[in-house]
């Protein structure tokens, strides 16, 4: 069966600082991958998707960026964290090339910026 | 501009009725439409789903309903239990295969 892992849970970092989440997927092969954010009270929030290692496709402007330096890991990055960046960021799948299939979650790391 | 919307918050029900939880949305063009459950400090889990030829699912306790023509569905849970307590996520896939969330409806459910 397939799994997604997602660490840290939680993290504190210091405004300014940088940031590196991982996930990574087993149990498929060339899933498509997603990165979400959810701030306090809302709904979730698409940042990056990838259709394959090296394809990234940014769906909001910010200082975050994603890789995908293999086929079943999936990076959020930041070079200098702002106040704005804190919220709970999750990773998703999905089967590639498929329409009609549902995204699964991991269990999110919650950023607290401080 | 939101294209899947939940207007309801948060909802509030006794174990062992029916729980009814709504969604509209503004985009024809949607074929997909999938609910999922979230607890705090978790990610969501998929529940169910329903396909834009179908007006229909059902799995379990769980039934989703689609209506086309007033591009609403909703998800019913019977019997409702505990358990059930969480943030519910409707969520629609454009044709890009991305999915369009609604901002959520907190379900409680009393003892």
């Known amino acids: 069966s397939q799994t997604i892992h997602q660490w840290p849970a939680t993290l504190v970092q210091p405004v300014g600082s940088p940031l590196s989440l991982e996930c990574t997927v087993e149990g498929t092969s060339n899933p498509n991958l997603y990165w979400y954010r959810q701030a306090a009270g809302r709904g979730l929030q698409l940042l990056f998707y990838?259709?394959?290692?090296?394809?990234i496709s940014s769906e909001v402007p910010q200082n975050l960026s994603a890789s995908r330096p293999q086929d079943r890991q999936f990076i959020l990055s930041s070079k200098k964290l702002l106040l704005s960046d804190s919220g709970f960021y999750l990773c998703?799948?999905?089967?590639?090339?498929?329409?009609?299939?549902?995204?699964?979650f991991g269990d999110g790391t919650r950023l607290s910026i401080l | 501009d939101q294209q899947v919307k939940q207007n309801s918050p948060s909802l509030s029900v006794q174990e062992g009725r029916i729980s009814i939880l709504n969604c509209d949305y503004t985009?024809?063009?949607?074929?997909?439409f999938l609910w999922y459950k979230k607890y705090p400090a978790e990610g969501p889990t998929f529940l169910i789903s329903i396909s834009s030829i179908k007006d229909k699912n059902e799995d379990g306790r769980f039934t989703v309903f689609l209506n086309k023509s007033a591009k609403h569905l909703s998800l019913h849970i019977v019997p409702s239990q505990p358990g059930d307590s969480a943030v519910y996520f409707c969520?629609?896939?454009?044709?890009?295969?991305?999915?369009?969330w609604g901002a959520g409806t907190k379900l409680i459910i009393k003892p």
């Open positions: 990838s259709v394959g290692i090296g394809q």
């Open positions: 998703a799948w999905s089967v590639r090339g498929t329409h009609n299939q549902p995204q699964h």
């Open positions: 969520a629609a896939m454009d044709s890009n295969y991305q999915l369009i």
């Open positions: 985009n024809s063009m949607f074929d997909y």
